[in-house]
């Protein structure tokens, strides 16, 4: 079987994956990057297409030859395909689901670790050679995390593992998901999305872009939200409107943030979040540790194996 992959150095970019696995299924064709004036002719033979968040479009799908039979997209999300469009040509659509989950569960608890004990806004204050922290009293907010209240925003793989680390670290764990659930631990409880953001001192996003979900933390949610409360994203960046949340956060209105995903990405150079004192701003690394990069290379070809034998699995279309 031909496969090719439209754009690997977004996985690759350090060069330090072992791709053998994917070679013993198939002749793999490998491309730094892709565009939609050349993924047509890049897929023309080939049985197999995979992609790494690249957007490929209905105008581009159905131009696909009969020869391709399958899409893997080389992460969770997969809205960057159009769907309708793969069903129509009877292509396959799976995803590689949990590859990441410890290390964007990681990200998203480091996120607020940091922001308890505001690492961010005191690196910011010596690099400016202020050291009123050192020579005065503690200026910046400096809280336990014992006992506050985390607000969890869709409670799949990542979720729960968050939820676990969080029950570790002694916090109260508010969940909301557009179907309530029941939880052992007595620290977990379901509330409605209005519930989750008044009494929360930590929200954290890990639901899918769905045209439900886009800009789902908006000016109104927003103002639900406790002054001394923050919220974290390392999900997908156009849960949350952006410029909703830049005017929040320059009113003063919650506390901070921590963002490993914007909307677009990368954002614009001129975009205020860049000079936030109060912003913990990362280039979408919760899935970029090599560890978490070379299981999604397993997993892809297990995927792909799964597939050659007749038994897909991780099916999302």
Known sequence: MKTVFLNAVKLDFDNKLDFSQLAKLAAVTKYDSSNDQDIVAKVQDQNIVITKELPVSREIILQFPPSVKLICEAGTGYNNIDMAAAR??????????????????????????????????????????????????LMVSHVELQNKALGIIGSGSIGRQVMKVALALGMNILVYNRTPKTWESPNIKSVTLEELLKQSDYVSLHCPLTPDTRHLINKERLSLMKPSAYIINTSRGALIKEPDLIEALEAGKIAGAALDVQDPEPPELNNPLFTMNNVILTPHIGWKPLEARQRLISLLAGNIASFLDGKPINVVS
């Open 88 to 137: 129509e040509k009877n292509i396959t659509v799976c995803n590689v689901p949990g590859y990441s989950t410890e290390a964007v569960a990681q990200l998203a608890i480091t996120s607020i670790l940091s922001l308890s004990s505001s690492l961010t806004q005191q690196q910011i204050m010596l690099k400016q050679k202020n050291y009123d922290n050192f020579t005065k009293h």
